[in-house]
């Protein structure tokens, strides 16, 4: 099959977890098909990146992503008068839509399938369906997340009114917009249960539901890390860009790491990630104790030293990458239930689950305070990593998807 697979962020490096999903479903696609790239792109995206994606494309094009807060005013002002959903009107780029028409009209072989990875690719899927006559070019959707939810619940959460209305606004647009295009595709595929439960809930016509593939690793090509005894890092690693994990670290920040310092005054809390907020610096944890590093490139350094990984997600929708990655590192760690949701573990085996601030405290205290349950915690999750999310195997639920129809 020649698949056209289009992504609005580029899957590499791999340093988020939509690029870590894009990335090894595009490979293991790649192994049987055709695979034709369209992707937008960032300043920080570099040639070498491309590069490493040519490996396993026959093209790769990019359009340039624009952003900016004078057209994100714009697009808020369109949302408000059409009902269309903010992030979806912002995504709309008409060079993406001429590069696609350009793609589909000009070759000399069809396109067999389009691949819309991320609901905000969905609009270029169905427009590059528009383009075709017989026969139509089949539409698969990858469901990374209920989007709709990341909204509901950052305006749970939110004290700002005004912000907590915008997002609940969102939240409205997205549930129905999310349940409309998802029962217009050929194919959709979710990363999560929870997720299509939560878009599939009230929808008419149904959602379609073509099988549940969880987000991946590559475990054969990284080893568990060879960690510092002495460290005494309890670590935060996300893009801090996005909000549920700025919100959620600044909830640990302001209400469980004090607690911490209380009973283990060397413990150091370490933020990597774009973008941090202001407000972790406001929260009066010591200089010695609070170690924030913006973006990095290579965080190994900083985790060989860490005794406990922390993902105090209270938002948020699909699942956190970075969790496969501690326990595919080895890494102990503290999660929320929602930090964990759309996760197979075991509570007390591989992970620590923990939702109240005390209680939160108390079990990154257990890992910094018991050299043995570190060890143990950080070893079952490296072999339920291997056993339960590794690429090369779980991806192969995407070939029914892919059979001719």
Known sequence: MRILFLTQVLPYPLDAGPKTRA??????????????LVSFVRATDTPAALDHLRQYCAAVHTIPMPRSRVKDVGFLLESLVTGQPFIIARDRVDAMQKLLSDLVTAGEQPFDVVHADQLWMAPYAQFVQSRRSAPL????????????????????????????????????????????????????????????????????????????????????????????????????????????????LCWFAEHIFPRILAECPDAVLTAIGKQPPAALNTYGIPEANLEVTGYVEDPLPYLVDSSVFIVPLLAGGGMRVKILDAWRWGLPMVSTTVGAEGIRYRDGENILIADAPDEFAARVLQLLKDANLNRTVGEAGRRWVEQAYDWRTVYRAWDPIYAPA
């Open 137 to 248: 070019v089949r539409a698969v959707l990858d469901q990374h997340n209920a989007v709709y939810m990341i909204f509901q619940r950052l305006a749970e959460s939110e004290r700002n009114p005004v912000k907590r209305a915008l997002a609940q606004l969102e939240a409205h647009k997205l549930a129905a917009y999310e349940r409309r295009v998802c029962a217009e595709f050929d194919r959709v595929a979710w990363v999560t249960q929870e997720d299509y439960d939560f878009v599939a809930q009230g929808a008419s016509p149904a959602v379609r539901n073509d099988g549940v593939i969880p987000i991946c690793v590559d475990t054969a090509s990284t080893p568990p890390l060879k960690r510092n005894p002495a460290g005494k890092r309890v670590t935060f690693l996300g893009g801090l860009h996005y909000p549920p994990n700025a919100q959620g």
């Open 23 to 36: 990335y090894y479903v595009l490979r293991y696609l790649a192994q049987q098909h055709e695979v034709t």
